[in-house]
């Protein structure tokens, strides 16, 4: 079992960058493919970004694709998302996520969440 806990969102102006991270602690993070979701006030939650167990594959969602990037280091046992050029319709609370199954999309592929970071991009 797998716990985490992201950190870093916050209020941004349109083409502003922020960070997010996810710590994980517990099982070994090497173990897991780590991905990120999205979830916007009454819509459901979004694929935003996903990343292999060894960090050399990743999937983006073709809405953020070219402005973010997520990475992984596992020194720290932390996985990141680089979100550059936001817009408002990025606003949403950003989920962390970690599977050891396969790399998916999909947030039933995903076993183990944590609690949520808002992000507000203000236009």
């Known amino acids: 079992q797998v716990q985490l806990v992201e950190s870093g969102g916050g209020l941004v102006q349109a083409g502003g960058s922020l960070r997010l991270s996810c710590a994980a602690s517990?099982?070994?993070?090497?173990?897991?493919?780590m991905g990120w979701f999205r979830q916007a006030p009454g819509k459901e939650r979004e694929f935003v970004a996903a990343?292999?167990?060894?960090?050399?594959?990743?999937r983006y969602a073709d809405s953020v694709k070219g402005r973010f990037t997520i990475s992984r280091d596992h020194a720290k046992n932390t996985v990141y998302l680089e979100m550059n050029s936001l817009k408002p319709e990025d606003t949403a609370v950003y989920y962390c996520?970690?599977?050891?199954?396969?790399?998916?999309?999909?947030?039933?592929?995903?076993?183990?969440w944590g609690q949520g970071t808002q992000v507000t991009v203000s236009s």
């Open positions: 990343i292999s167990r060894g960090g050399t594959s990743t």
């Open positions: 517990g099982r070994a993070f090497s173990g897991y493919i």
């Open positions: 996520a970690a599977t050891t199954y396969i790399l998916t999309t999909t947030s039933e592929g995903y076993d183990y």
